[in-house]
């Protein structure tokens, strides 16, 4: 790296701090700040996390426990892997266009981001029910209990760790794609700071920086969280399988 391009790397760094620092971007009345920004990115992100929780969490376990639609649960990921992450956001955007009573703003951006945390929460939540021991299970039933006491206090506190793993992953993966509709929305959190760098060229780098670096930073605060969240839901028995389900489920997303 010569003088100059090292020059102007300490130069965007400096002017990213100056940026990050300045008061009014931590200002919380203003709805161009830090803290602002940062609550709309969280509202969206956990609305649909909730929303696909809500949709594919009963119908997984439903269809696992009564050993169904082993055929869907594929397909289901499948697609998932396959659909663009801003063609869903756009789809919905112009969706939202056409019928004018929901908004274009927060709803297009839940709909598309609900839609891309479907995938890895049904699977995961399908595929721990159905890898539940069957002797536990029968040996269950064969003490008297009814499908609905099976599936509550045998299949679904032994399957915990893996469905919580898969709502980690979505979750996070919802929180870093949310900036995304910064572009074709007003909302989108933290990625308004992005794209409105952008649209400044040159002078608007330190935004773009700052921006990316915030989101990075929510990002990984978002996970540790739903971390913390484990451990207090999780009963300790489990804790040791929850790890072992986390690691080989962020190795399937990264595949």
Known sequence: MGAAEDGAVRQLAGDTLTWLTDPGRWDVTSVAGI????????GVSVSAILLACVLAVPLALHLAHRRRAEALASSVVNIGRAIPSFGLIVLFWLL???????????????????????????????????????ATVEAARGMGYTEAQVLRRIELPLASPVILA??????VQVVATTAIGAIVTNGGGLGRYVV????????????????????????????????????????????????????????????
Do not use: C, K, M, S
């Open 35 to 42: 803290p602002f920004r940062t609550l709309q990115h969280l």
């Open 96 to 134: 939202a266009t056409r019928t004018g009573w929901v908004g274009t703003q927060f709803w297009p951006l839940v709909l598309a981001l609900t839609a891309l945390a479907l995938p890895p929460v049904f699977t995961n939540t399908y595929t721990a029910v159905r890898e539940v021991d069957a």
């Open 166 to 171: 898969g709502i980690r992953i979505a979750f």
């Open 196 to 255: 409105d760098g952008f649209a400044r060229g040159v002078a608007g780098r330190p935004t773009v920086l700052a921006g990316a670096l915030l989101l990075a930073t929510l990002t990984l605060l978002a996970d540790g969280a739903f971390g913390l969240v484990e451990r207090l839901l999780l009963p300790d028995g489990v804790r040791d399988d929850a790890r072992r389900a986390d690691v080989a489920n962020r190795v399937g997303a990264a595949g």
